[in-house]
């Protein structure tokens, strides 16, 4: 199956740390990027090749995965960190996204 | 600075085709070895990955979109296009271009076009 699962919601307090997992058949053997998306607006990659952040993005988020999980994590999280969060794994040049997981900062 | 553009009807009547276009500007899409791709978003739900392309015009689809998916690309225009035939209410989305991160590789899009709303409805 070619299905990526996400939970559905998070919610974080400020400054705490927010867990996004990923879940896959074997995708640790695959590429997982992570986009961050708010209302209104295109996707903003936040991590791909499992655990390199592009130019610009925060430290607070980072990237691991391990059998069959992918995860996403934000440190200290801040009110702008709230938003849609959406793993993709990448196949041959073939990407499936996931469910998507909303974070809400509390 | 690298942007991307999408451009195309607004409204596609139900088993007509979709057809959207993707323009780069401030770069040449030939400059670089990049994979663009095609993304879509249906009113309040998740992301959906179409298909992309590499820039010698090598092919990749959505195994449940393949059929009557077409990406394509021109060099010369510094475009790159979408079309999906037979269309339903079901392919009522946001429609966004993306170019990946890594030349020849493909590990996520870093640019994003800022989307085109695309409504099926008769």
């Known amino acids: 199956s070619n299905d990526l699962t996400q939970p559905p919601s998070v919610s974080v307090s400020p400054g705490q740390t927010a867990t996004i997992t990923c879940s896959g058949d074997k995708l640790g053997h695959k590429y997982v990027c992570w986009y961050q998306q708010k209302p209104g607006q295109s996707p903003v990659l936040v991590i791909y090749e499992d655990t390199k952040r592009p130019s610009g993005i925060p430290e607070r988020f980072s990237g691991s995965s391990s059998g069959n999980t992918a995860t996403l994590t934000i440190s200290g999280t801040q009110s702008m960190d709230e938003a849609d969060y959406y793993c993709q794994a990448w196949d041959s040049h073939t990407g499936v996204f996931g469910t998507g997981t909303k974070v809400t900062v509390l | 600075q690298m942007r991307l553009q999408e451009s195309g009807p607004g409204l596609v009547k139900p088993s007509e085709t979709l057809s959207l276009t993707c323009t780069i500007s401030?770069?040449?899409?030939?400059?670089?070895?990049?994979?663009w791709g095609w993304i879509r978003q249906p009113p309040g739900k998740g992301l959906e990955w179409i298909g992309s392309?590499?820039?010698?015009?090598?092919?990749y689809y959505n195994p449940s979109l393949n059929s009557g998916v077409t990406i394509s690309i021109d060099r010369a225009r510094n475009q790159f296009f979408l079309k999906l035939t037979s269309v339903t209410a079901a392919d009522t989305a946001v429609y966004y271009c993306a170019r990946d991160i890594s030349p020849g590789y493909s590990y996520g899009y870093l640019l994003w076009g800022q989307g085109t709303l695309v409504t099926v409805s008769s």
């Open positions: 392309i590499y820039y010698t015009g090598s092919t």
């Open positions: 401030g770069d040449s899409i030939s400059s670089n070895t990049y994979y």
